[in-house]
């Protein structure tokens, strides 16, 4: 596939993981005697995941986040000059889906989208169990870790083919069902930086966290799995 066909891919996909998991969050999570909880927005994104690997996890790969991007540069499973433009192409989805989201919502009469949250992440007093930064901090980093160790595991050559969509996605909703409470849950900065740019404030002045931790989790888990299972490296992840 050319470049701009992969890129286009990851757009519509982050586009869809934005639009799916905030959205379920923000539009049904909380609804009078039908909100489908923290456990429903879990599966909410585990669901945009495994269903957009599917769609188009022979196009671009399905990284639909930057994190997974660098995560495979440095596990040798993506090349180094596709890193920026796909990053590019992921946080463009995330906020156009983020904006897409803030139409929806605002048709409900006396929507309020600063005072709603939507579905922004954060720490201390915008943490929803009022976690400390350093809390934050060490569970984004370890989610992304075990996201990227799956993602890892589950594309490997030697793995079960054609089931690394369902692994992925069930690890992320596991993630989310861990995680909710701590920083309403990132392991993504694309899913991040679309609602925080639409909320401001303090989601804006917290968002650095939310690219830092999952990076870093990231590059641990491209460097950890290859010593740890001897996989060899591949030319690009299919995930």
Known sequence: MRLGQRLGAEMFGTFWLVLGGCGSAVLAAGYPQLGIGFAGVAL????????MAYAIGHISGC????????G???AGRFPVRDLVPYIAAQVVGGVIGAYVLSVI????PGFDLVASGFATNGYGDHSPGHYAMIAALVCEVVMTFFFLF??????????????APIAIGLC???????????????VNPARSTGPALFVGGAAMEQLWLFWVAPIIGAVIAGVVYPLLTGAKKQALAAA
């Open 44 to 51: 909410a994104f585990g669901l945009t995941v495994l269903t």
């Open 63 to 70: 990284h639909l986040n930057p994190a997974v991007s660098v």
């Open 72 to 74: 495979l540069t440095v």
């Open 105 to 108: 919502a605002s048709g409900a």
């Open 150 to 163: 799956v993602i890892l595991g589950a594309t490997d050559s030697r793995a079960p083919a054609g089931f």
């Open 172 to 186: 992320l909703t596991l993630i989310h069902l861990i995680s909710i409470p701590v920083t309403n849950t990132s």
